[in-house]
């Protein structure tokens, strides 16, 4: 780690020339809004209520800093740093004394020395979209009474900036002058924030990570910005960055992150090994930087990014009657894990507008998911699967890819799961029993489930001695069939311990069906219309039901 230093220092010196805060392209917007400023005054407000000789420490700040310059990239802080100023310009504009106005405004702004060099300049500089904003509305004099007048934001941020103004502003307008001018002494004399500065922005972004107990970390993502803005030309900067930011708001600020974990395993074609910031640097970014940072933007992020957004939506768009693209991706959204989203997204981004392909091979695509699921394919053996894919994408193969297709023993043994007693398999049983009744359904695709679903026996697991399930099955024939397919269904309600060993046709009135007497799954209406539940019914159920996924699923099956 390059030199670190941590040091306790008063507001009167955090807001002096020692430092020049600048917010980078990179870092997420301003987020606090009327509630954390609202805190943020009734934490001063305590602080000032204490003993005149207890200091108050308003948290950390993490910066990249050279130690013989006052230029400071805010890695950790924005949003105190913001707000405070925030509230220095408001106490400015409420001041009743100049002299009281000219020194708050020092705080805010640089006044500059011709005998120093130094120039004049506002202490914290905002993100390049909105850094005019927070200079003219609030750092300016006067500006507040323009913002509050009807200045229109122009974006989230701005808002946030707005509406902190406002509630600030009500709120110290509520306190007299002599209040006022006690609380910004509190803040100047009495106030501390511990500056931790190094010189290395990987370093800052650690000890970020470890020290950060308040707002949103800092992501590699957050990292990459960083990198490749600040590869490009100055005069790109500003355009690239709003790129970035529009296609981070697009995603939000999880799904961007995740964009890129599944864009280093478009590359990589291997599970991770190492952190993802280790591992996107080195084999994505060192590909187009310095020299073709543009070039990642327009032909990796953005591409992929739209692909993403189309996944994570299930609304893919770029060709007319899209219907059959998206209802396949609303069924590899069951499966258990996002492995099967990276060669999704090299497929809708490779193949964008075709949509014939995109429909084969997703639908090839699905039956692997479901197969890994069925097998019970762990971490490792579904990276291995997937990032054969990858290669045999890459290399052309295309739907003829041998990763995409099930072997004939890989077949067999899917069937051969499907048949058993499914029930075991927490997770496979109501992945399999919801595709099931999606197959049983019109229209076919179960885009609205209830919030609660569960899987039940018909044939109930600890019949009473008196029952007829005792009668119509032998102990060996309970055995064999309660935990298969035939024997299970769907329902949209919490199990009922007594009512799961009713008589059948009780069960079937009682248990299965809802308030209005129907059922909301297909899979359970066929047994509600069925007469008599036997090991005959049975045999034939089971049959029909892993036929009718083999169909789906292309798997070789004879009854």
């Not at 220092?9 to 020339?17: H, M």
């Not at 987020?31 to 209520?49: I, V």
């Not at 106005?101 to 500059?112: C, H, R, S, T, V």
């Not at 076919?444 to 008196?466: R, S, Y």
Request: proline share 5%; glycine share 4%.
């Amino acid at each position: 780690m390059k030199k670190l230093e941590a040091h306790e220092v008063p507001l009167s010196k955090v807001f002096s020339s020692d430092y020049e805060f600048v917010i980078p392209d990179y870092q997420r917007p301003y987020t606090w809004g009327p509630e954390q400023a609202t805190q943020l005054l009734e934490d001063l407000y305590e602080a000032m209520a204490r003993d005149p000789g207890d200091p108050y420490f308003l948290g950390s700040v993490v910066l990249v800093k050279e130690t013989d310059s006052p230029l400071s990239q805010v890695i950790d802080g924005q949003q105190r740093l913001t707000t405070l100023t925030i509230l220095l310009s408001v106490l400015r504009e409420l001041s009743t004394r100049p002299e009281d106005a000219a020194n708050l405004d020092k705080l805010i702004w640089e006044p500059g020395d011709t005998i120093q060099e130094l120039a004049s300049r506002p202490r914290v500089r905002l993100r390049p979209r909105d850094e005019d904003f927070f200079r003219k509305y609030v750092q300016d004099r006067g500006g507040l009474e323009v913002l509050e007048a009807g200045a229109a934001p122009e974006n989230d941020a701005q808002e946030r900036i707005a509406a902190n103004v406002t509630v600030l502003r009500k709120k110290l307008a509520e306190r007299s002058a002599a209040e006022r001018l006690a609380l910004a002494k509190t803040i100047v004399q009495r106030t501390f924030l511990v500056v931790v500065s190094t010189l290395d922005l990987t370093s800052a972004y650690r000890i970020f990570s470890v020290m950060n107990s308040r707002g949103v970390e800092l992501s590699p993502a957050d990292i990459f910005k960083s990198k490749v803005i600040g590869a490009l030309p100055d005069d790109l900067k500003e355009k690239y960055a709003g790129k970035w930011e529009d296609l981070e708001a697009d995603l939000g600020r999880e799904g961007f992150s995740d964009l890129f974990s599944h864009i280093r395993m478009v590359y990589m074609k291997v599970r991770a090994r190492e952190q993802l910031l280790l591992e996107f640097e080195s084999h994505v970014l060192s590909s187009f930087l310095p020299a073709h940072a543009a070039d990642f933007v327009d032909e990796v992020l953005e591409p992929y990014g739209r692909a993403y957004r189309d996944i994570v939506t299930c609304d893919y768009q770029p060709v007319t009657d899209a219907t059959e693209i998206n209802q396949w991706l609303r069924r590899l959204h069951r499966l258990d894990n996002f492995d099967w989203q990276a060669p999704a997204l090299w497929a809708l981004t490779h193949h964008a507008f075709d949509r014939d392909w995109l429909i084969a091979f997703l639908g090839k695509l699905d039956r692997l998911g479901a197969w890994m699921l069925v097998r019970r394919y762990n971490t490792h053996g579904r990276g291995q699967r997937i990032g054969q894919l990858l290669r045999e994408l890459d290399s052309g193969q295309g739907l003829d890819s041998p990763a995409l297709e099930l072997t004939a023993d890989e077949q067999v043994e899917m069937i051969d799961r499907l048949s058993g007693e499914i029930y075991a398999q927490t997770t496979v049983r109501k992945y399999v029993l919801i595709r099931l009744n999606e197959l049983l359904s019109d229209p076919p695709v179960f885009e609205h489930p209830p919030k609660i679903i569960t899987v039940e026996h018909v044939l109930p697991q600890n019949p009473k001695l008196d029952s007829e399930w005792r009668r119509l099955f032998t102990p060996e024939e309970r055995t064999h069939w309660i935990h298969r397919l035939a024997n299970l269904v769907l329902l949209s309600r919490t199990k009922n311990s007594e009512a799961q060993n009713y008589d059948f046709v009780i069960k079937k009135s009682r248990y299965f069906t809802s308030r209005s007497g129907v059922s909301n799954f297909a899979l359970t209406t066929q047994v509600l219309a069925t007469a008599g539940w036997t090991p005959e019914v049975l045999e034939q159920r089971q049959h029909a039901l892993v036929g009718l996924l083999a169909q789906a699923w292309s798997l070789s099956y004879e009854a």
